[in-house]
């Protein structure tokens, strides 16, 4: 019942920035959370943040300070915007919108950072 479409992925430098963009195909004030996830080659998929849909946010330790999750309600769309990138950051992001009942999953975006 719910489609997200991912945007902003790509290749950046180390230290560079990107924003990931997560468009669901409902009112996303519907949707109990809204997640981004990521998972790189031979590791366990990873949650990197979250927002409720009361727009309290979350994240994994490691992006703290870096990644900052938002949301546009107008436009049904979260996004991710990602600040002084690092290697270990290199994985394929993930939108993930959590229904209570059901789950929904994007297609996955590449985001390579390496010099």
């Known amino acids: 019942q719910v489609q997200l479409v991912e945007s902003g992925g790509g290749l950046v430098q180390p230290g560079g920035s990107l924003r990931l963009s997560c468009a669901a195909s409902v009112n996303i004030t519907t949707i109990y959370a809204i997640r981004w996830y990521r998972q790189a080659p031979e590791k366990q998929r990873e949650l990197v943040a979250t927002?409720?849909?009361?727009?309290?946010?979350d994240y994994v330790h490691s992006v703290k300070g870096r990644f900052t999750i938002s949301r546009d309600i107008t436009k049904n769309t979260v996004y991710l915007q990602m600040n002084s990138l690092k290697p270990e950051d290199t994985a394929v992001y993930y939108c993930?919108?959590?229904?209570?009942?059901?789950?929904?999953w994007g297609q996955g975006t590449q985001v390579t950072v390496s010099s």
């Open positions: 927002i409720g849909n009361g727009g309290i946010t």
């Open positions: 993930h919108a959590d229904r209570g009942s059901t789950e929904y």
